[in-house]
């Protein structure tokens, strides 16, 4: 089931989509949480934080896993993103942080942390709400195009286009890890609900061929089409070529 919810600024885009998550932590204040990091769950982040200074959701009991982390980084490190998760979430909620998991980015042996990992995602229970960003190649987590879709946590090496999307955030591109850890879609996809989250013009074209184009492990995202319960919250600007092609399907 596929339901896209649209605002018209990414501010409102972002309450819209916390909306969604309060409505799981209201009903189930023991509720695992699937996160993710990046720019378009920036504003989601925002409006929990501030409902939970409010007193109107709480984060006491919830448990959280990372979608990923990058190679190399250490936790203390401004680009990783444990540093990510601290600064724009945990550290506004009353989370515990014992409760909240990620990959360890410099873990000395890869497999042995995906294998890690893994056990801490299946000693869950089950993701009751899973958040996505989409990557422009359309990449979920960062699980990258290829010619199947993964199942568990993998050590994936970053494309091109990914490092040079992420390179707005460090000093100079030659800083930007090239290889991550990463939930794979397998895991992604046994969330109870998945989260789907998408800002501006740049990503309205792979929005589109994610959620009605061909289904292929080349598209990563559009192995959402095949979810249970996928809810979809976007802007104008990113919706804008499904506007056009698929009016019917979205409502402001």
Do not use: W
């Amino acid at each position: 089931m596929l339901k896209i919810i649209a605002s018209e600024t990414v501010k409102e885009n972002g309450q819209r989509a916390a909306e969604v998550v309060t409505e799981l932590l209201r009903s189930k204040p023991t509720a695992v949480l699937g996160l993710a990091t990046g720019s378009s769950p920036i504003e989601m982040y925002t409006e929990l934080a501030r409902m939970c200074d409010k007193g109107e959701i709480s984060f006491k009991n919830v448990k959280s896993v990372n979608l990923d982390e990058y190679v190399g980084l250490s936790p203390e490190h401004d680009q990783s993103y444990a540093y990510f998760m601290r600064n724009n979430l945990f550290d506004k909620v009353d989370i515990d942080l014992k409760n909240t998991n990620l990959p360890n980015g410099l873990a000395e042996d890869p497999v042995a942390e995906c294998k890690r990992y893994d056990a801490v995602v299946e000693s869950m229970g089950g993701i009751d709400l899973q958040v996505l960003g989409i990557g422009l190649n359309g990449h979920i987590g960062f699980n990258e195009p290829a010619d199947e879709f993964t199942e568990g946590t993998g050590l994936v090496e970053l494309t091109q286009s990914t490092i040079d999307a992420n390179s707005r955030f460090f000093a100079d591109k030659s800083l930007v890890p090239t290889k991550a850890f990463s939930m794979g879609v397998g895991q992604i996809m046994s969330a109870d609900k998945i989260l789907l989250i998408a800002t501006g013009t740049a990503k309205a074209q792979i929005l589109e061929k994610a959620l009605f184009g061909e289904v292929t492990p080349r598209v990563p995202a559009s192995v959402l089409q095949t979810a249970k319960d996928v809810v979809v919250c976007a802007d104008r600007a990113a919706l804008s070529v499904i506007l056009e092609k698929h009016p019917e399907c979205v409502k402001f």
